[in-house]
């Protein structure tokens, strides 16, 4: 039983570390928003009346791309996990293994 149990928990460590790998882009994400709507605050009153496209629009842009690439790192996250729980059991455990008692080295 502690054989199963090895795997399991090293896809919870996994899980947790990728858990915490998104709470870190998050959280940087919304420092970063606070700091461009102070950058915004800053710059607007000064260039306000140039040419081409509104800051908030160039600004507005940028977020929604963070956000997309948000949903693209959750989407992976989500495909990951589903394949690790479509592999056999087995499989890891058996791959270390072999790599330990096979003598080869895979680098």
């Known amino acids: 039983m502690a054989a199963k ?3 399991e928990a090293e896809a919870g460590d996994h899980e947790d570390s990728i858990r915490e790998t998104l709470a870190t882009i998050l959280e940087q994400s919304r420092q970063t928003l606070e ?3 102070t950058l915004i605050g800053l710059i607007l009153p000064i260039v306000g ?3 081409g496209p ?3 629009d160039l600004i507005a842009t940028l977020v929604a791309q963070n956000r ?3 949903t693209i790192t959750r989407r992976i996250q989500a495909d990951v996990r589903a394949i690790g729980d479509r ?3 087995g499989v890891s455990s058996e791959q ?3 790599g330990e008692s ?3 080295v895979c680098s």
Do not use: T
Request: a negative charge; charged letters at 25%; glycine letters at 12%.
């Open 49 to 51: 009346d140039q040419e």
């Open 102 to 104: 096979g003598g080869a």
């Open 5 to 7: 149990d090895a795997p």
């Open 68 to 70: 997309d690439l948000l």
């Open 87 to 89: 592999l056999p059991a």
């Open 96 to 98: 270390n293994g072999q």
């Open 35 to 37: 700091l461009l709507r």
């Open 54 to 56: 509104p800051l908030e």
